[in-house]
């Protein structure tokens, strides 16, 4: 069985051209080695009316196809509940009573990762946990045994990362990414994470949460994100970035399909992307793309 792919966009607002093209990317790698490809709406929070629509049309636009229904994070809280409730009954996880500005003002080891849980709440005594229980709802947090965790990523090759002891519910209830994220791969099959490598570094907890729930590993993929005119990652703010903005300027969908395909160094239409499509080959430089101007 060869397994599947996804795409897993948060419908936080409309897909820029940095996002097509990771998302051609997912699909190109999971179709050139016979996957089943899934779309998957990361809408547990940052979630903005009309988002996943406009998302869904511009996927559809550039040619992707995927695979059964979507699925949507926000109707899979019970089963995030009951992967934690998992790890709780081994003695995995702990109540945290810190807000934001205690864990960022907490001393902490000399070497530790910047933003890194700093431990405070990790042995506190039953009858503390008690009397705070009353003041603020508490988050639960992953009891790690490790500080590091080394994943095999297919562009970067090894990489190791810190492992602290993440969030496994946000102190309002709401599952965070890195554990729905784990349990939804999981659930789907998916054994192919092609990604933006800016989620490289959250790699290794993933992947350590992953074993501690009994989940088979993943390959990883984390391609490289498209860069601005700053030089800075491509953001809404650069200008004409979405296909709607491109068609403003005269651009049809095939048009700027054939020019995300172009910075991979493949043809322009996705049938013939497909066919040539070889991972060893993909550029090894980042793109840069220049939105083009009102006079064009
Ligand atoms: N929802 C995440 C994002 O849009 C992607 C998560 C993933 O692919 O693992 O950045």
Redesign the pocket.
Known sequence: MAGAGR????PSGELHVGNLRTALLAWLFARSTGRDFFLRV?DLDQARAGAEAAQLRDLAAVGLDWDGGILRQSARTPVYLEAIQRLQEEGRVYECFCTRSEISDAPRAPHSPPGSYPGTCRNLSEAERERRRPERPPALRLRSEVTEYTVHDVLHGDYTGAVDDLVLLRNDGVPP?NLA?VVDDAAQGVNQ?V??DD?LSSTPRQAYLASLLGLPPVDYVHVQLVLGRTGKRLAKRDGAVTLGALAELGISVPEATAMILGSLGLPGTLPEALAAFDPAKLPLHPWVFEPPGADR
């Open positions: 795409f897993a966009p948060s990361e990414y994220v994470v990604r933006g989620l």
